[in-house]
């Protein structure tokens, strides 16, 4: 299960109802940022989040609608003296911007309480459970990342079988469980074949910053419980979104429903629409949608349950 925290979902220009683009990505007591508008920090307060626990920023590309919000972020954790080193994951190019950008206002990396990490499109990090890997969007020709969290599959065990086997509860079901064989007291071998049950699908949370194609998404994010992504525009000014290489509503669902998603949370949401016009023209093409606001919280679990 992931959970995401919505810090801020306009489009280029904040308002008084959205900050910048920021969203939170909860898994455990990790914490990761994904973009960082202006104004993040305070969004973090806000939300009653503070500090603690982040310890990642993943960086989609490097407009500065996603990014300038970094150096504000790096110095009031500096005031309040929040321990540990924050690790900003991007594309080359966006970081090639960020370490400029950074040196300039706060120092160069460590010194300004920051390190940077370059990813390009496949595994960032594979953690016990989860794995997050990077892949590659289209958008005005920069080097833009979007983002995938997955739980593995778990293999529940059955406890019919258990019982049948003589398997005692305690730690050899606990050994068979993270998928140890463990030798019973009469000599017998218990593998982990011989008790999983039907593998249980982990959730699986897809997120693109600003894009302006969907062919290429298909792939890396299909079947996610959840796809966050940009709906700017709408389809009656498809050709201003094309030129300013953004999507419309309508796009944003047909990927949705071409990928096979459970739910559509659309963001980067800008002022001269109403947000209900954004969502009517998504539902058309894909009824799961929701226009997120700021300070939404929703969690994503797998959507399938298999019982074994
Ligand atoms: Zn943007
Ligand atoms: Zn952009």
């Known amino acids: 299960m992931f959970d995401l925290v919505f810090l801020g979902t306009a489009a280029a220009v904040p308002s008084a109802e959205r900050g910048l683009p920021a969203l939170l990505v909860a898994k455990g007591s990790s914490r990761f940022l994904i973009d960082c508008g202006e104004g993040t920090q305070?969004?973090?307060?806000?939300?009653?989040?503070?500090?603690?626990?982040?310890?990642?920023?993943?960086?989609?590309?490097?407009?500065?609608?996603?990014?300038?919000?970094?150096?504000?972020?790096?110095a009031t954790r500096d005031l309040y003296?929040?321990?540990?080193?924050?690790?900003?994951?991007?594309?080359?190019?966006?970081?090639?911007?960020?370490?400029?950008?950074?040196?300039?206002?706060?120092?160069?990396?460590?010194?300004?309480?920051?390190?940077l990490r370059a990813a390009s499109p496949g595994p960032v990090l594979v953690r016990q459970g989860w794995r997050l890997d990077a892949f590659a969007v289209a958008h005005r020709g920069t080097e833009s990342l979007g983002y995938r969290f997955q739980d593995e599959p778990r293999r529940p065990l059955i406890s019919e079988r258990l019982d049948a086997l003589g398997v005692p509860a305690g730690p050899e079901r606990a050994m068979l469980a993270r998928g140890r064989a463990v030798a019973l007291p009469d000599g017998r071998n218990i593998v982990p074949?011989?008790?999983?049950?039907?593998?249980?699908?982990?959730?699986?949370?897809?997120?693109?910053?600003?894009?302006?194609?969907?062919?290429?998404?298909?792939?890396?994010?299909?079947?996610?419980?959840?796809?966050?992504?940009?709906?700017?525009?709408?389809?009656?000014?498809?050709?201003?979104?094309?030129?300013?290489?953004?999507?419309?509503?309508?796009?944003?669902?047909?990927?949705?429903?071409?990928?096979?998603?459970?739910?559509?949370?659309?963001?980067?949401?800008?002022?001269?629409?109403?947000?209900?016009?954004?969502?009517?023209?998504?539902?058309?093409?894909?009824?799961?949608?929701?226009?997120?606001?700021?300070?939404?919280?929703?969690?994503?679990?797998a959507r399938i349950n298999v019982s074994s």
Do not use: C, K, W
């Open 81 to 115: 003296r929040v321990d540990g080193t924050i690790e900003i994951v991007g594309s080359d190019e966006t970081l090639a911007f960020v370490r400029r950008y950074l040196a300039d206002t706060l120092g160069p990396e460590r010194e300004g309480g920051y390190r």
């Open 42 to 74: 305070r969004q973090l307060m806000r939300a009653g989040l503070g500090f603690r626990g982040l310890a990642h920023v993943l960086l989609t590309h490097a407009h500065l609608d996603h990014v300038l919000g970094l150096a504000g972020l790096l």
């Open 193 to 301: 074949e011989m008790v999983h049950g039907v593998p249980v699908p982990g959730a699986v949370i897809a997120i693109v910053g600003d894009t302006e194609e969907i062919a290429g998404l298909v792939e890396p994010v299909r079947g996610a419980d959840a796809l966050v992504i940009e709906a700017t525009f709408l389809e009656r000014d498809a050709a201003l979104a094309r030129a300013r290489g953004h999507l419309t509503a309508a796009a944003a669902a047909r990927l949705a429903r071409d990928a096979e998603i459970g739910e559509l949370l659309l963001t980067h949401i800008s002022g001269r629409y109403a947000p209900e016009e954004i969502l009517t023209e998504a539902a058309r093409h894909f009824p799961n949608v929701r226009v997120v606001a700021d300070f939404d919280r929703i969690s994503v679990s």
